[in-house]
């Protein structure tokens, strides 16, 4: 099995900014595509960025310009750096990760959720 565990959710002032880190461990033979997603109360879950193991990214149009998914594939390790954060940004974020464990077939995972929470 893989596990995928989310870092570095808390509270922020408006404009201030938070680093979210997610980590793969397990069983991990290749680690295909990588987003961040987020749920905020009352809302559907939506994706905030997408990173593809050739390093090509995607951002919803809310968060272009203020926020940066990068990946180490050495580590398997997904981070999302959010800057400029807005009350609107307040939600659950969500690692999600593309896995190939043993060779051949390809499996979705999620993370727990870390907590963003952003003051006015």
């Known amino acids: 099995q893989v596990q995928l565990v989310e870092s570095g959710g808390g509270l922020v002032q408006a404009g201030g900014s938070l680093r979210l880190s997610c980590a793969a461990s397990?069983?991990?033979?290749?680690?295909?595509?990588m987003g961040w997603y987020r749920q905020a109360p009352g809302k559907q879950r939506e994706l905030v960025a997408g990173?593809?193991?050739?390093?090509?990214?995607g951002y919803a149009d809310s968060v272009k310009g203020r926020f940066t998914i990068s990946r180490d594939n050495a580590k398997n390790t997904a981070y999302l750096q959010m800057n400029s954060l807005k009350p609107e940004d307040t939600a659950v974020y969500y690692c999600?990760?593309?896995?190939?464990?043993?060779?051949?077939?390809?499996?979705?995972?999620w993370g727990q959720g870390t907590r963003v929470t952003v003051s006015s």
């Open positions: 999600n990760a593309r896995v190939v464990p043993y060779h051949t077939d390809e499996y979705e995972f």
């Open positions: 397990g069983r991990i033979f290749r680690m295909n595509d």
């Open positions: 990173i593809t193991s050739g390093g090509r990214i």
